[in-house]
């Protein structure tokens, strides 16, 4: 069995589910269109929740756990909503050594999530993330393409703020 994976509930639309259908009649007899029609999938919904992996799994007669395993196995896939804002936390060795985790820590308090989920107004995504190559600004985490760096704990309500 596949477990859901999301903090929030599915909200898909009865357009996008046609929308779906509609790219699965075009490539159910073909299994190898698979992560096609998962792609596109994710592109519909921005993420590939159980409801849409089952869409998948049923249109392309294929078992839920292939969709699952392509989904869970290759990065471009998400299993969760993500937010306007992707919040990312580098927890690489030399930030891990400079603080990250407390890092981490106050923004999921701050933003009552855990990492991997998404805040209910879809404001905000938080991630654990490795290396990403910025070790002499450490600890360092990214708001989208925005990069904070040498940052203490007590700094991260006013930073979340100015996305508010």
Do not use: R
């Given at each position: 069995m596949v477990k859901k994976i999301s903090n929030l509930p599915f909200t898909?639309?009865?357009?996008?589910?046609?929308?779906?259908?509609?790219?699965?009649?075009?490539?159910?007899?073909?299994?190898?269109?698979?992560?096609?029609?998962?792609?596109?999938?994710?592109?519909?919904?921005?993420?590939?929740?159980?409801?849409?992996?089952?869409?998948?799994?049923?249109?392309?007669?294929?078992?839920?756990?292939?969709?699952?395993?392509?989904?869970?196995?290759?990065?471009?896939?998400?299993?969760?909503?993500?937010?306007?804002?992707?919040?990312?936390?580098?927890?690489?060795?030399?930030?891990y050594v400079k603080g990250s985790q407390e890092i981490l820590d106050k923004i999921c308090e701050v933003l009552g999530v855990e990492p991997g989920e998404c805040t209910e107004d879809l404001k905000f995504s938080v991630e654990a993330c490795r290396c990403i190559g910025a070790c002499g600004l450490a600890p360092v985490f990214t708001i989208n393409e925005d990069v904070y760096g040498r940052v203490t704990p007590d700094e991260i309500p006013d930073i979340l703020a100015k996305y508010n």
């Open positions: 898909g639309t009865p357009e996008q589910e046609a929308q779906l259908k509609a790219i699965i009649a075009e490539c159910k007899d073909d299994k190898s269109m698979l992560m096609h029609v998962m792609q596109e999938a994710q592109n519909i919904y921005g993420y590939l929740p159980i409801e849409v992996q089952t869409m998948i799994a049923d249109g392309m007669n294929v078992p839920l756990q292939k969709v699952y395993g392509v989904a869970s196995f290759y990065a471009l896939f998400s299993l969760t909503p993500k937010g306007k804002y992707n919040v990312s936390v580098c927890l690489g060795t030399a930030c």
